[in-house]
């Protein structure tokens, strides 16, 4: 079983910038493959970013240039420094786990397994 905590949600103006975290706690973390999604009121969660096999990180295109996935994994952490926000980035975001030995597309929410509850992003224009 893992857990995942994150934090460091809020509301920010455009432009600005947030780190969000996760901390994950039940298991060797550098197993896990590490997702963030998001979901928007009214509209499906959907991939941000990831942190997958040999440390790659993937984002969708929308956020590219703007958002970085990284992690810490002496401190079961894993992070999404998000700059240059802009309104539609409000939502609520959620990281996720996959142990890698199991594979799986980093792109699909069916795969993951373990998610945390999520902290609420604000971007006022």
């Known amino acids: 079983q893992v857990q995942l905590v994150e934090s460091g949600g809020g509301l920010v103006q455009a432009g600005g910038s947030l780190r969000l975290s996760c901390l994950a706690s039940?298991?060797?973390?550098?197993?896990?493959?590490m997702g963030w999604f998001r979901q928007a009121p009214g509209k499906e969660r959907e991939f941000v970013a990831a942190t997958w096999s040999g440390g790659i990180a993937y984002y969708t295109d929308s956020v590219k240039g703007r958002f970085t996935i990284s992690r810490d994994n002496a401190k079961n952490t894993v992070y999404l420094q998000m700059n240059s926000l802009k309104p539609e980035d409000t939502a609520v975001y959620y990281c996720?786990?996959?142990?890698?030995?199991?594979?799986?597309?980093?792109?699909?929410?069916?795969?993951?397994?373990?998610w945390g509850q999520g902290t609420h992003i604000t971007v006022s224009s």
């Open positions: 039940g298991r060797t973390f550098s197993d896990y493959g």
């Open positions: 996720a786990a996959r142990n890698l030995r199991y594979g799986g597309n980093y792109y699909y929410t069916q795969i993951y397994d373990y």
